[in-house]
């Protein structure tokens, strides 16, 4: 583990807990046990539900353009991509994007609140350059993959 992960993990350790570093752990052993780890270095966030599930947001490109996908575990423990569900394109120009973005959607932050309700907030382009959605990940990861479980700060769907 380079320095930096090493840095970055010991600062995971002191704000939230030992269970944090563990989830940093964890998906390190991708690089180099037999499965892909998930392509993107930077710009990827992690958060955990209740139930155990863990949620990770990267920036990536679709379709030739910046877009953020989203990915959730299939169990409590994930330890490798294929311990995750196949990453949805969240945010972006793609027409297989849920959310329709203009521009760079990038620097996505998630986060799981009281009820499992899945917090996302992410940087854009323009005077509205910060945008929030929400989804409901109570029931598992599966609905991630659906626009209409996806809705506004307003609470309209998208």
């Given amino acids: 583990m380079p320095s930096r992960s090493k840095s970055l993990s010991l600062l995971c350790w002191l704000a939230l807990g030992a269970p944090v570093l563990y989830a940093g752990m964890a998906l390190e052993v991708g690089k180099g046990g037999g499965a892909l780890a998930f392509p993107h270095g930077n710009g990827r966030q992690i958060a955990r539900s209740s139930s155990g599930l863990w949620f990770l947001a990267y920036d990536g490109q679709v379709d030739g353009a910046a877009a953020i996908l989203l990915a959730g ?86």
Avoid: M, N
Avoid at 136 to 142: I, L, N, Q, Y
């Fill in 73 to 158: 575990s299939r169990g409590a423990a994930p330890e490798v991509t294929g311990d995750f569900e196949s990453a949805v394109v969240l945010v972006g120009k793609s027409p297989r994007a849920l959310i329709r973005a203009e521009g760079e959607p990038h620097l996505a932050s998630i986060a799981v609140g009281p009820d499992d309700v899945l917090h996302l907030v992410w940087q854009g382009v323009g005077p509205d350059a910060i945008h929030y959605s929400r989804c409901s990940v109570g029931t598992g990861a599966k609905r991630l993959g659906e626009a209409a479980s996806w809705t506004r700060a307003d609470g309209h769907a998208r």
